[in-house]
């Protein structure tokens, strides 16, 4: 057994010996320090091989020096089919006019869930990020949500619970804790979606401006903090916020009042024409990627690199990663810094694949054995870390803080329109003569976001799901699971 540069010769039992208790004691430690040094071996064979497949099968335009996907991560994941009704009524929804006809089964919900997640992992590898969403979350009786978390985090997924945020602190503490009233994971991750195209919620059913609606941002984040100094249970939340003509001059508003409130992330997206087409109700198109990103950048007061680090295309994505100090906003990488571009090589040679763990100690263990195979790296980081206090204020900046980690994103996803026929033609391997939908075909060849399809074997990028499959999806659930309906009194 090799431990970092260090060859452990552990012994084996001869045939026919027969052990006595110490023995015993002896080659049950040796089986634990064997499994130890498996699970912390600084590249698992099953990620790495996953990554390469992920790698290969990007499109050319998007193999940069800068690309996450096949090199550090297989990309985000969801789930689909699962609980299509939502208690809102938003507009725009991504979901199809028929989402609100099915039923809310927590049965239903933890088998499909388990047969993609199984599917996932067969395609994508052990580890991954994703997303339990389909309309909201919230309406899982609070057992059949914490079930299906403990379902995915058994097939190596990180879990992210999707919901509108209209949720009761009581809701919360149903799904995180077990019947003793202790928490049943160390941390769990929410997405969730605040913005005034949203109708339905619970003290502001219409609401006219986003700044109406930052109490119920701070509600929210509150409940998980309690939630946290009471049971010790960690949270990652991030905030999504769909951007119209109409809201997106409260982008920057956003951004501003809610840096503080402990969000991890906070994600924008430019509407799109996809989904019912009743909800529809502005030229979507009059916002740009530039636009709302202008926007981003004025809330938090400076230029958001994000460049040195791509995620799928950048027509599609762009995130910019980086920490508030007291009241700066510090990038972990400035793609004009050429030197943070050479520690960004370095650090995507020695730290091949994700480390994605539920045990943190692991991920420390896979770290420290790398670095011991690759001292090099030291010297590297270490000239990041001192450009990176520069940029922060100096070391004693950083020393006061406070310091939070925070990432901006955009997602920017395609009208139905063009998804349709760049599908179509992606899957017979044709290009389009058509400039608009061309570039609609290599943004899906290069998805981030996928959804799983065991029962067809394939991987759905997120536009392909909301455009073409959900619509359909959704009939076969309005008869799998119709609502209950009230029986007619029978004449006495």
């Known amino acids: 057994m090799r431990f970092g540069g260090v060859v452990l010769l552990l012994p084996r039992a001869e045939p026919g010996y027969c052990a006595n208790r110490s023995d015993t004691n002896i080659m049950s430690l040796i089986t634990r320090v064997r499994d130890w040094e498996r699970r912390t071996?600084?590249?698992?064979?099953?990620?790495?091989?996953?990554?390469?497949?992920?790698?290969?099968?990007?499109?050319e335009h998007v193999k940069t020096p800068a690309q996450l996907l096949g090199r550090r991560t297989t990309g985000c994941e969801g789930t689909h089919g699962v609980f299509p009704a939502c208690d809102f009524a938003c507009k725009p929804c991504y979901h199809s006019a028929d989402a609100n006809k099915v039923r809310v089964d927590g049965e239903h919900t933890k088998t499909e869930v388990a047969k993609q997640m199984d599917f996932l992992h067969e395609q994508r590898g052990p580890q991954s990020h994703v997303q339990l969403i389909g309309g909201e979350v919230s309406l899982l009786e609070a057992e059949d949500h914490a079930a299906t978390i403990d379902l995915m985090r058994a097939r190596g997924r990180v879990p992210m619970s999707f919901s509108h945020g209209d949720v009761s602190d009581q809701y919360l503490r149903d799904v995180a804790l077990d019947s003793d009233g202790k928490k049943r994971w160390a941390d769990w991750s929410w997405a969730v979606h605040f913005d005034r195209t949203m109708f339905g919620r619970e003290g502001a059913k219409k609401p006219q401006s986003e700044r109406e609606l930052q109490p119920f941002r701070k509600k929210f984040m509150?409940?998980?903090?309690?939630?946290?100094?009471?049971?010790?249970?960690?949270?990652?939340?991030?905030?999504?916020?769909?951007v119209t003509p109409d809201n997106v001059a409260e982008v920057a508003e956003v951004v501003r009042d809610s840096k503080d409130l402990g969000f991890r992330m906070m994600s924008f997206q430019p509407a799109a024409y996809v989904g019912n087409e009743q909800r529809w109700t502005s030229d979507f198109r009059e916002v740009t990627d530039d636009s709302v990103w202008a926007e981003i950048e004025d809330g938090v007061g400076t230029r958001l690199p994000y460049k040195a680090l791509q995620f799928g295309d950048f027509r599609c994505n762009r995130v910019s990663w980086g920490a508030w100090v007291d009241d700066s906003y510090v990038p972990v990488l400035d793609e004009d810094d050429a030197d943070d571009l050479h520690a960004r090589d370095e650090f995507f040679r020695v730290f091949k694949g994700n480390y994605i763990s539920q045990d943190r100690s692991v991920i420390r263990w896979r770290v420290a054995r790398l670095v011991l195979r690759n001292p090099g790296i030291l010297p590297v980081a270490f000239g990041w870390f001192r450009r990176f206090a520069k940029r922060a204020g100096g070391l004693r900046a950083l020393r006061s803080g406070p310091v939070h980690p925070m990432t901006y994103v955009m997602h920017n996803f395609m009208d139905a329109r063009v998804v349709a026929p760049a599908w179509e033609l992606n899957k017979v391997g044709e290009v389009s003569d058509d400039v608009e939908i061309r570039a609609a075909q290599e943004r899906l060849a290069a998805c981030a976001y996928t959804m799983g399809h065991p029962e067809s074997n394939e991987l759905i990028p997120a536009c392909v799901q909301h455009s073409i499959l959900d619509p359909n999806e959704n009939r076969e659930l309005v008869s799998l699971l119709p609502m209950p309906t009230r029986r007619k009194p029978q004449p006495v």
Do not use: C, Q
């Open 41 to 59: 071996r600084p590249t698992d064979p099953a990620i790495a091989a996953a990554m390469d497949r992920r790698w290969e099968g990007l499109p």
């Open 222 to 242: 509150d409940m998980v903090e309690k939630l946290r100094e009471e049971t010790g249970l960690r949270h990652y939340v991030a905030h999504n916020m769909t």
